[in-house]
């Protein structure tokens, strides 16, 4: 069983940054993070496969954010910079006990989720 702690979120003016930090308490194969806006589908932003530290991110947010990890402590981090106000949303941290063929993009593949925390982007 795992179970994640998020934090970091708040209020952020477009151009600044922000970094959110996810913990899990057990054993992992993949971590993620994903967010969800009002009104619209929960959506993939980033992924890491802790076998080679492979990572994915959307091309929403490519070239923006970054995934630091500490494979030792089981954290990711989700490093947001250049925030535009389409980037404020409910973010999530996931991550997948079983294994997969890269770092997974499907919410259905990550059976733990965090509490998710809230970053808003003012204009």
């Known amino acids: 069983q795992v179970q994640l702690v998020e934090s970091g979120g708040g209020l952020v003016q477009a151009g600044g940054s922000l970094r959110l930090s996810c913990a899990a308490s057990?054993?992992?194969?993949?971590m993620g993070w994903f967010r969800q806006a009002p009104g619209k589908e929960r959506e993939f932003v980033a992924a890491?496969?802790?076998?080679?530290?492979?990572?994915y991110y959307a091309d929403s947010v490519k070239g923006r954010f970054a995934m630091p990890s500490d494979s030792a402590k089981n954290t990711v981090f989700l490093q947001m910079n250049s925030l535009k106000p389409e980037d404020t949303a409910v973010y999530y941290c996931?991550?997948?006990?079983?294994?997969?063929?890269?770092?997974?993009?499907?919410?259905?593949?990550?059976?733990?989720w965090g509490q998710g925390t809230q970053v808003t982007v003012s204009s």
């Open positions: 996931a991550a997948s006990g079983r294994s997969y063929l890269g770092p997974p993009k499907d919410p259905y593949e990550y059976a733990y």
């Open positions: 057990g054993r992992t194969f993949s």
């Open positions: 890491i496969s802790w076998s080679d530290g492979s990572r």
